[in-house]
């Protein structure tokens, strides 16, 4: 596939295989809108790859496991000039270990909130908005 000069955007891309993609997409030309919970390691990354490379790089920092936090990065998205062409869907977090009836309700919860739910709707909110970028681009 081919990614220059397309506009991705990446959840979880501060850190692990996140962190990774955003640097091996900018080296192949991609634009980048990061996303994930924490701020500086956000922007240290955009500068980071500014600096390697000519690409576009946004950040949106917010906590995806909270439904409030998912619903603004959408609504920001749709009010962009330019939309995405890529979604990887990559925030979240590990299980926590243990025995299960030993956990704290709140950690299954967070989670389930942001490797299922947060997920599941960005994906669901994104479709018609990806389809349209590829369909404005088979048409030119």
């Given amino acids: ?3 220059n000069g397309k506009l991705a955007i990446i959840t979880g891309a501060s850190r692990g295989i996140g962190r ?3 640097k ?3 080296k192949y030309g991609c634009n980048l809108i990061l996303v994930a919970l924490e701020e500086t390691e956000l922007l240290s990354l955009s500068d980071e790859i ?18 409030m936090d998912q619903q603004n990065l959408i609504n920001w998205i749709k009010r ?3 939309y995405p062409d890529i979604l990887i869907n990559n925030a979240g977090i590990g299980g926590h270990f243990g025995r299960f ?3 704290e309700w709140s950690n ?7 490797n299922i739910f ?13 389809k349209n970028v590829l369909k404005q681009r088979l048409s030119t």
Avoid at 108 to 114: F, N, V
Avoid at 118 to 125: D, I, M
Wanted: glycine share 0%.
């Fill in 101 to 103: 009836e030993h956990s």
């Fill in 24 to 26: 091996e997409l900018a």
């Fill in 20 to 22: 990774a993609l955003s």
């Fill in 80 to 82: 962009l000039e330019e």
């Fill in 118 to 130: 947060a997920f599941t709707y960005l994906t669901y909110e994104l479709i018609p908005i990806l």
């Fill in 50 to 67: 500014q600096r390697n490379s000519s690409v576009k790089v946004t950040t949106f920092a917010t906590d995806l496991s909270k439904p």
């Fill in 1 to 3: 596939m081919e990614v």
């Fill in 108 to 114: 299954i919860e967070k989670t389930l909130a942001l």
